[in-house]
């Protein structure tokens, strides 16, 4: 293999890049936000629990709604401004799961999941952020209706970006979940493991949960060592991404290791193995003599993998 390999120009990142001004000054502002959401171009996007009611196009479904028709689907949960796009005013709003189910039913609406909009491209992709920002902080509200301090009842206030308990006066703020995501690189080999959860040819870095008082270079190195038993070493922060399902961050690393024999955590995943840059980079052209894949564009493990594949990754 060439030392240059080059794959081409680099595919977006899905949910990342986002072209709002999310404008946090205005969410105390009512009268601001009012005037956003009568803005004529202001524009909703409308989700019910896991799903996102969008507009079938004749290439592309379109995910965004006036207020006025997001109105119309059902009772708003919540609803959450997003921001604005060079001054038209961006909103999330929540209906309930059962209402969104009820619109599949409709001919001019198409209303399906975040993960298969994202992969199979049904919206144009600079609606991925917003609605990655919509469902991340409509399901942290579903999630946290109640004081996690007292039990009482809570209220959204700031446009969205704040839950108030009028009986505690304690302030509850939309949470971020990180996630280290890993490629372990011994020389020209990597790691990568495969859950049970994941179709049969599909194989990824290593990820895990960040704990509580722990660095995301320590939580490379616990989860590689849980999970495949590797010792590793140095850790090179690579990209980050947001991943609403519900509410993670997901922290892109490569990493060395240190010790090379495998032992795989059965609980965790259903395998692991060391695979050469060759066969990973069959894997991400989708020519693997043995049918194996890689995740999509779309998700940061593909772009971790690709950059070490192309030779962008350096420990020294
Ligand atoms: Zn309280």
Redesign the pocket.
């Known amino acids: 293999m060439s030392a240059r390999t080059n794959l081409g120009p680099k595919p977006l990142l899905g949910y990342t890049d986002s072209r709002l001004e999310r404008a946090a000054e205005l969410r105390t502002n009512a009268a601001a936000i009012d005037a956003m959401a009568a803005g004529p171009r202001a524009g909703v996007y409308v989700i019910g629990g896991d799903l996102i009611v969008t507009q079938k196009g004749a290439a592309l479904s379109d995910p965004l709604f006036t207020l006025a028709q997001a109105r119309a689907f059902g009772p708003a949960t919540e609803t959450v401004f997003l921001g604005h796009l060079d001054g038209d005013g961006r909103f999330g709003v929540g209906i309930p799961q059962g209402a969104a189910e009820a619109l599949k039913t409709r001919d001019d609406l198409l209303v399906t999941d975040l993960r298969s909009i994202a992969v199979q491209g049904l919206v144009d992709a600079r609606h991925l952020p917003p609605l990655a920002e919509a469902k991340a902080v409509l399901q942290w509200h579903l999630r946290h209706r109640f004081?996690s301090?007292?039990g009482?009842p809570?209220n959204a206030v700031d446009a969205g970006w704040k839950r108030f308990?009028p009986?505690?006066k304690?302030e509850h703020f939309p949470r971020t979940d990180p996630v280290v995501i890993m490629l372990i690189v011994d020389g020209e080999r990597c790691l990568l493991g495969r859950s049970p959860r994941f179709a049969p040819t599909m194989w990824s870095c290593l990820a895990g949960f960040i704990e509580p008082g722990e660095s995301f270079e320590d939580a490379v190195h616990r989860e590689t060592r849980e999970e495949a038993g590797i010792v590793c070493g140095r850790v090179k922060y690579y990209r980050s991404q947001p991943w609403p399902f519900p509410t993670s961050l997901m922290i892109g690393c490569h990493a060395e290791a240190l010790s090379r024999d495998i032992v795989v955590d059965r609980t965790e995943l259903e395998d692991a193995r060391w695979f050469s840059k060759d066969e990973c980079l069959a894997m991400l052209m989708r020519n693997h003599p043995d049918g194996l894949t890689m995740p999509p564009p779309v998700a940061i493990a593909h772009h971790i993998v690709r950059s070490w594949v192309e030779n962008e990754v350096h420990f020294d």
């Open positions: 004081c301090n007292c009482a809570s308990c009986s505690c304690t």
